[in-house]
Structures are given as C-alpha cells and as structure tokens.
C-alpha cells in the first residue's frame, strides 16, 4: 500500500505541472543560447548537470558536481544575416526572392563573455549576459512598395539562483531511485528595441551599429524578476523531469534610453507599445543513458545518451505545429574528450560535436529551425571553461 500512496503522489506531482495556472504573453524567455544542447536538439528537462542546469531544470541542480565557471562565449549566425551583410550581388537575389513571395528568419545571437558562476551543495549561482538580434523579411506595398525587415534585438543581463532538494518518496525501495524538486528566480535588466518596417538597404548599409540602434531600433530598458519550478525522477538509467517556466514574474514596462548608457533610463515617461510580460510555458521530458556499450572499453565509448521532451508547448504564434514542439536528442563520448550529438529541434535536425582539453571545452553545432511557416539555417561555435 505504501508503494502505491508513492506512486500516486509522484503521478499527482507531475500532474501539477501539467495544469499549473498558464497565462499567455509574448515576451522572449530569459534563456541563452548553448551550443552544445542545441546539437542535442536543445533537450536539457533530464539529462543536465552543468552550469547551465539552472536555466533547464532547477530540479537537477543536486546532480551537478561542486564547482566555478569562469567563461562561457557563444556567436551564433543565420544564413540570413550572411546573405544580407556579404557581397551586394547577393542582396539583390535576396530582394529579388523575397519580391516573388519567399520569407526568410534569420538571428544573431551572443551570449556571454560575462558568464560566471559556481555550484555549491544543492544551490547554484550563474551571472549571465546574452544578445539576441532577429529579423525577418517580406514584401510590402505599403507604406512604399519595397522589401522591408522586421528586426528586433534584446540584450539580457541578470543572475540566476536556484536550488533543489531530494522528497522523501520511495517507489521501488532502490538505492538507486531519486526524486527531487527545484526552484529558481533570475533577476535581470532587459534591453529591447524593435522596427517593423525597415527597408531591408537601409539595414545592410546601416553604417555605424550604434547609430543604427538609436535613430532606428527605439532602445529602451526594463528591470523584472521571474521564477521557475521543476521536478526530476531517476530510476537507474531512466530519468524524467517536468519544468513549468516563469511560473510567476513581474510585468516589463520599458523605459527609453540613451546609448551607451544603458543601466539608466533617459526618461521616466513609459513606452506603451512595449509594455509586456515573460510568458509561463511548459515543458516535460525523458531521456535513458546506456553508460556501458556491450564490451568496448568506457575509456573509448561511453554515456550513449537518448531524450525526448515537449516544449513550448503553448506558444502557438512562432511553433503552431506539433512536431514543432517534439525534440529528440542522442549524444555519445568518444576516448572521453570528444562528444557527437545528434538533435531533432522545432522540425529540423540539428548536428554538433565538442573537444573537452582539461578545463577548457570547445563546441559547434549545425541547425535548421522552422520558426512559423519559415526555416532558418544556422551556426554556432562555443568556448567554455569549468573547473
């Protein structure tokens, strides 16, 4: 009978999450971009324990080993972007394209060089900074008929806490059964500033970027906090883990700015047509690690690594479709300094590899996102250090 309680209250505990209270907004999620996970398909609900655990799920903070960060880089970049900002030839085909009816989504995306931290006990502590610049393209005759870009760009800056603790729930008795549940809040300052109806010249000769934010983007910051909560189970190999993001935070009101002082606002008058909120969303997930391969030696094949997860599972506007909110991961450690991954993400596949050399590691992923009706090829390369 014991067993039983057990079992109904791990169903019920996930259940939760499921039927949490969800309200709908449209602001960006505070989460960088690691290049590593994205060659997984960006699946880390399960199977994580690094630094980048807090952002994932707070839950498997315990299964992360005591240490510091030093350094993280990240640059991803679209095919988009390159065609834009590469020879004029080139921009004369992607006009030419985009006049017929093709669309196309494209970002820059940087994160770090701040990114330190530490992990002590079952609490970890990450100071973190990330940009992000989308734009997406089409036809318009209005208000002249050309082809325009829709261009926003964030820039987050915050810290981010969370902590875990184990339940004291047994299902089958094993010493190798965990159950925990996680916490985070991140704190942080957001830059946002957005044109809708650029002319897509204007944006390939834009000159001085700076100029270019201040007379054209509309700069403005805001200062919010937001919080998230998530569950883990793992019995021996088999792990699932359930997270409900910005389960509750503050609401964003943008203030302007002036370049390059960016900590303050220039006036206390509220842009209205910024004003929103972080958007709660869900996400859950399995994963089974085969830590032996029949007879090979672990010191030339290891941790063969296989997930599944659902996420962004209400956000309907840039991921309408199903298999837009699937993604499937596998990775595997070769001679116990390489790691191959393979990923499925927002109804693309994605690639990536890593070169760990003491404390410092080096990744690079390939993929394809379809983000709307649109797909974006992209790449990244990251540089880390942990100890």
């Not at 907004?25 to 980048?52: Q, V």
């Not at 989308?134 to 318009?140: P, Q, R």
């Not at 499937?328 to 590899?353: D, K, M, P, W, Y």
Request: charged share 20%; proline share 4%; hydrophobic share 40%.
């Amino acid at each position: 009978m014991k067993k039983w309680n057990s079992i109904l209250f791990l169903f019920f505990f996930f259940v939760f999450f499921l039927f949490s209270p969800l309200s709908y907004a449209r602001e960006k999620n505070i989460f960088p971009t690691f290049i590593d996970y994205i060659g997984k398909g960006n699946t880390g609900i399960t199977h994580t324990s690094d630094l980048r655990t807090v952002f994932y799920n707070p839950a498997c903070i315990l299964n992360v080993e005591n240490g510091f960060y030093l350094f993280d880089f990240t640059f991803a970049n679209s095919k988009l972007l390159n065609e834009i900002y590469s020879a004029k030839d080139n921009l004369s085909s992607l006009t030419n394209r985009i006049r017929t009816g093709e669309n196309f989504f494209g970002y820059i995306n940087l994160s770090g060089p701040l990114y330190v931290g530490f992990k002590v006990s079952n609490i970890q502590l990450v100071v973190f900074h990330t940009l992000n610049i989308d734009v997406s393209t089409y036809f318009s005759f209005l208000p002249y008929t050309d082809v325009y870009a829709n261009i926003n760009i964030i820039d987050d800056i915050g810290a981010a806490a969370g902590f875990s603790f184990p339940l004291p729930i047994e299902i089958t008795g094993s010493k190798w059964e965990k159950l925990y549940w996680g916490f985070s809040t991140k704190i942080f300052q957001r830059i946002k500033g957005k044109n809708t109806a650029i002319h897509l010249t204007d944006m390939a000769n834009m000159g001085n970027p700076i100029d270019f934010l201040t007379e054209k983007l509309n700069p403005a910051r805001t200062v919010s906090i937001t919080t998230d909560i998530g569950a883990y189970y793992s019995y021996e190999n088999l792990e699932l883990g359930a997270v409900v993001y910005n389960l509750a935070s503050l609401p964003m009101s943008y203030y302007p700015i002036k370049i390059p002082t960016v900590w303050k606002s220039s006036s206390d008058e509220e842009i209205a047509g910024y004003y929103d909120s972080l958007k709660t969303e869900l996400g859950i997930g399995a994963s089974y690690e085969f830590k032996h391969l029949g007879t090979i030696p672990r010191k030339f094949l290891k941790d063969l690594v296989f997930s599944i997860e659902f996420n962004d599972l209400f956000n309907n506007t840039d991921y309408p479709l199903i298999y837009q909110k699937i993604r499937l991961g596998g990775e595997i450690t070769l001679s116990e300094v390489i790691f191959l991954r393979l990923g499925f993400l927002h109804g693309s596949f994605a690639f990536g590899i890593g070169y760990q050399f003491f404390i410092f590691k080096i990744e690079s992923s390939f993929w394809q996102e379809k983000i709307g009706r649109n797909t974006m090829t992209n790449w990244g390369i990251q540089f880390r250090m942990e100890f």
